[in-house]
């Protein structure tokens, strides 16, 4: 019996520990309490009052109950694993650390208690130390798992160490050898975790002995060692051992796709496809041949061992694999003619393979990558025998013969460029997936309503071609199709994810924010899909007015990743338990990377400027929010260029719709218009476009992390002594280079700075000219102006002038682009069109003019006249002089107050205009841009999904999900977009007024 029970009789303790296990808190409250009057002294009692305490949301409490049990330095394994639980749901796991350390010191030698300080130090990641411990229990009582800890934090100390702690490697090896010298391993896992040492340290040869000797006999899968073998003797180049091995593996696992290439790979030698597309082998081209036949043969003898009915299709598309290889290599040294006559071959293969498993759903994901290579005089020829072989197999099911000619449509999607059709063509392709649809639909009666149906591709694929018409003819039309078109989609199924997420992009892309939240939010988004596709709603919701709803998914996502950290040391621990050390790495390592996501630290910037949007309305307000981010020193450190460099980006944006490749990124209005027409619907961005894209994100991100401590030190400044800053101090000093570095992340320097503003609100064009986007480039403009206000620059009147210019220049580019959709355009569709500029108007009035209202209002705060303060004698020449500076200080700030507030009029009459629509019009215009009967017009879709045949059949579908019998009602849908719209529109209208009035109540 531990002293904590020996203290106080079991019987006293028992009905405390029954009533926490039931979750009868009050009742454990008050036995605790009675326990506590009895033995004030017992820590054990002490610990349970605060777990007690901690489940009941006391945390402050329960933490000066955990000190007063921790004063009394328990060393029971029942006070130290009850305070080890209150600390670490407290979020203190170095205070349960200390208890244990102090029991380590009592009792060096106790297995329980170091084995629970190793897991303490685990929950801190602190890696010496898990080594060091480790140790200690190896010598204690030798056995090797205690070892492989000691291992394993070694390997942790090198990850953490960004390959600084290298030499720790050739230690871990040493570990392991002598042990397996002395006693040999005796676990799989620990068996690998020397494999992957002696990988990293490029020792081949040593691994492979490993393998192949006594060791070896720990694999119980054959086929396990076997691969791992191959992928050695590939290393040491030993080609030929290498295939042997592989075509072992080959004929245990025929269908292992893996292991094909691999073994194509040996047969091949050394080779790799190079820049140009070629495949460049060191053999001559009889050797290829004779080496690619006789891959061929193997495969054709696999081939005839399988049984009939099974479907291995590994081995049937191994001859497309081979017909590639082929044509890299005629690439290599054939003539114009061979390398034709090969893509044909290669074109002959697909056709074979679709023959055969044209009807699964994996067919298209199959050969995606061998459509790229098939020459483009071969490309329609292929189109149209796909499409002809699809209607050719009559004796298969109506499910597979609907999933041919589904497959056929997805090959048209990858196969043709989006240049090679009209625009009739390409609405006359949408009309016959809309047909195919509706088959689809009779088919999919009889499934359960969380079984994905037979056609849900088809709707994917018409919304591509639809948003590619509206690319081209920006009818708004087809845009409005699409949107219906995935809302049918959602009505008959309401469990698409790939229809909500091209959906929530859709209603973004047109400012309708609250359809898109509501769609996203039936994704049921957590865990780790808040790092992964929470970018499809974010940028949204930033560039809204819908504060309340971005606070929540900012504070959602923040809490994922604090919350992390415990669970995936908690993960590592289990792992350790289980003896599963290849886990403990890959948790170790997946924390790490999340800890440097993109993604968390836009969620922690966006949370801070997200404060002080709130709170700018009033400069007191302000200051209190940047004093909880210290003075916007917090923010700071997030984006220090150290932790910049390191960040990882883990965002999926093989999720994004091919109009939107990345946030904020948009193929279809704009600048990028033209380059949607380049780009196919499967467009992967090269390595080169993906570092530019993350040097972009990054310099995105740094502004955010500035912009609260730049704007701490401008306030701070005006409070200075006439509100100049001394030359030479520190925060002169700091706000100099900080106001530098913002403008680095544009491209710019604060010695051209001002000439290149000049120069670009000079053109004709400020958006196309300028690489900074407007909110950045008024920001910019703004900061500088107020940097050489504050230090009363000699040149501060041609700044602010300067200011003036931009912000006209910026804010009438805003207004053009709001107007040409308004006014020039169909006004009863003004407010539905994409690209209104209404995100930049949003983030013009809640950012730049937030941070202008608060620096007037701290100079207008400075400049009140102040009373009781005597005249000096001997200083009228000086105060004259500070009156003429604030004289002309006042000018400057007048005329920036006074043209601030001329724009943001210009900007609430556009906006109470575009207010004034009636949205019962809007909506009958929207119906009849969906009803004309023009060829290449839109509505041909949805005009088949409306047909009363399916519509029947589609509401029946419903009826499974919703439980009730409602009908389809496009009028609704399109009621509730606009006036999604609206309330958008009235949110930034309503943040315009409030910052114009803020504006009007100053004076100078």
């Keep these: ?169 050739p230690l871990a090896e040493a570990l392991l050898k002598k042990r397996i010298d002395s006693h040999g391993l005796h676990e799989l896992e620990a068996l690998m975790l020397y494999i992957s040492i002696l990988q990293q340290e490029e020792k081949y040869e040593a691994a492979l002995e490993v393998i192949t000797g006594k060791l070896g006999e720990l694999f119980s899968i054959q086929n396990d060692k076997l691969r791992l073998q191959g992928e050695l003797l590939m290393r040491l180049h030993r080609y030929v051992e290498a295939a042997d091995v592989f075509q072992e593996v080959l004929k245990a696992s025929s269908d292992d796709w893996a292991v094909f290439t691999s073994y194509l790979d040996a047969s091949l030698g050394r080779c790799q496809q190079a820049t140009g597309g070629e495949l460049a082998v060191e053999l001559e081209e009889h050797e290829v041949d004779q080496r690619l036949e006789k891959v061929l043969k193997l495969v054709s003898e696999l081939q005839a061992c399988i049984p009939a009915g099974e479907l291995k299709r590994g081995l049937f598309l191994a001859h497309v694999e081979v017909a590639k290889r082929r044509l890299l290599f005629r690439k290599k040294i054939g003539t114009e003619d061979q390398i034709r006559e090969q893509s044909a071959v290669l074109a002959d293969t697909i056709r074979s393979f679709f023959s055969r498993f044209g009807f699964l759903l994996s067919f298209s994901s199959d050969i995606s990558e061998y459509l790229e290579y098939v020459d483009e005089t071969h490309r329609d020829q292929l189109s149209n025998d796909l499409h002809e072989a699809s209607s050719q197999f009559q004796n298969e099911s109506p499910i597979k013969q609907l999933r041919r000619k589904i497959s056929a449509f997805q090959v048209d999607e990858q196969l043709l460029s989006k240049g090679r059709a009209t625009n009739t063509d390409l609405v006359l392709r949408v009309t016959k997936m809309a047909n195919l649809y509706v088959e689809s639909l009779e088919l999919s009666a009889d499934l359960d309503a969380q079984e994905s149906m037979h056609g849900e591709e088809l709707l994917v694929l018409a919304t591509n071609l639809l948003t590619e018409l509206f690319r081209r003819t920006q009818n708004m039309g087809f845009l409005l199709e699409a949107i219906l078109v ?150 700071l450190h997030w984006g220090a260029e150290e932790n910049l460099l390191s960040l990882s980006y883990n965002e999926d944006l093989q999720s994004r719709p091919w109009w939107s490749p990345a946030p904020e990124e948009c193929l279809l209005v704009g600048p990028l218009r033209e380059a949607g027409a380049e780009r196919n619907w499967h467009y992967v961005e090269n390595d080169e476009e993906r570092k530019k894209r993350e040097n972009c994100w990054r ?193 400057s700030l007048e005329s920036i107050r006074a043209e601030a507030v001329l724009h943001l009029e210009k900007l609430q009459s556009v906006l109470n205009e575009a207010l004034l629509t009636n949205s019962d019009q809007l909506q009958d215009v929207s119906n009849a841009t969906l009803t004309s009967n023009m060829a290449g017009s839109p509505g041909a879709v949805i005009k088949v999904l409306e047909s009363s045949r399916c519509l029947e059949i589609a509401t029946k579908l419903a009826a499974r999900t919703t439980q009730t019998q409602h009908r389809w009602q496009a009028d609704d849908l399109l009621r509730n977009m606009i006036l999604s719209q609206h309330e958008a529109l009235d949110g930034v209208k309503s943040l315009c007024t409030l910052r114009l009035n803020n504006l009007k109540s100053l004076k100078f």
Excluded at 100 to 113: K, T
Excluded at 519 to 538: A, F, G, N, P
Excluded at 563 to 579: G, M, R, V
Excluded at 864 to 875: A, I, R, V, Y
């Design 486 to 635: 995935l809302e049918f989609g959602l009505y008959t199924r309401r469990y698409s994810s790939q229809y909500k997420l091209l959906l929530i992009d859709l209603y973004i892309l047109i400012s309708a924010v609250a359809p898109a939240l509501d769609w996203y939010r039936t994704l049921d988004v957590k865990y780790i899909l808040i790092e992964t596709i929470s970018h499809l709603i974010l940028p949204g919701l930033l560039a809204s007015t819908r504060w309340a709803d971005l606070q929540g998914l900012l504070k959602d996502g923040i809490k994922f990743y604090e919350n992390h950290q415990t669970e995936s040391a908690d993960l590592t621990i289990l792992a350790y338990n289980h003896s599963t050390y290849s886990k403990v790495l890959e948790f170790v390592e997946f924390k790490e990377r999340l800890e440097r996501s993109h993604q968390r630290l836009v969620f922690r910037s966006e949370a801070a400027m997200l404060s002080l949007k709130e709170h700018a309305n009033s400069l007191e307000e302000l200051e209190l929010a940047l004093a909880e981010l210290d003075f916007g020193r917090i923010p």
């Design 1 to 169: 019996m531990s002293s904590a029970k020996a203290a106080i009789a079991e019987r006293r303790l028992r009905p405390l520990r029954d009533a926490i296990d039931t979750r009868n808190y009050k009742q454990a409250l008050k036995l605790a309490t009675a326990l506590l009057a009895k033995h004030p002294d017992s820590a054990y009692v002490l610990a349970l009052k605060a777990l007690v305490l901690e489940r009941t949301g006391k945390p402050d409490e329960a933490v000066a109950l955990c000190t007063q049990a921790k004063d009394t330095k328990p060393v029971d394994d029942l006070t130290l694993s009850t305070l080890q639980l209150v600390y670490s749901k407290l979020k203190l796991p170095n205070q349960a650390t200390l208890c244990y350390e102090y029991a380590c010191s009592v009792m060096p030698n106790n297995l329980e208690v170091l084995m629970a300080l190793f897991k303490c130090y685990v929950r801190e990641y602190l890696y010496v130390k898990q080594q060091q411990t480790a140790m200690k229990l190896y010598r204690l009582v030798g056995e090797e798992r205690f070892l492989l800890w000691a291992v394993c934090s070694i390997l942790m100390q090198v990850g953490s160490s960004g390959g600084g702690g290298s030499k720790l490697v």
């Design 699 to 891: 310099s995105s991100v740094k502004r955010r992390c500035l912009t609260p401590r730049i704007l701490s030190l401008l306030l701070n400044s005006v409070k200075e002594t006439n509100g100049a800053l001394p030359s030479g101090s520190d925060v002169a000093d700091e706000l100099e280079k900080l106001t530098g570095s913002y403008l680095l992340t544009l491209g710019l320097s604060t010695d051209t700075f001002e000439a290149w503003l000049q120069e670009t609100t000079s053109s004709d064009n400020l958006f196309e000219t300028s690489a900074a986007k407007p909110v950045d480039l008024m920001t910019s403009s703004l900061f500088w102006t107020m940097y050489r206000l504050s230090s009363k620059d000699s040149k501060s009147a041609s700044t602010v002038t300067l200011f003036v210019k931009t912000m006209g220049c910026v804010l009438e580019e805003v207004l053009k682009v709001v107007l040409r959709d308004l006014i020039e355009g169909q006004p009863e569709l003004k407010v539905l069109a994409p690209g209104t500029g209404l995100p930049t108007v949003s983030g013009l009035i809640s950012e730049c003019f937030a941070w202008l209202s608060v620096y007037l209002q701290a100079w207008h705060k400075q400049m009140q006249p102040t009373s009781g303060k005597k005249k000096k004698k001997g200083s009228s020449s000086v105060e004259q002089n500070s009156v003429s500076v604030d004289t002309h200080l006042s000018t």
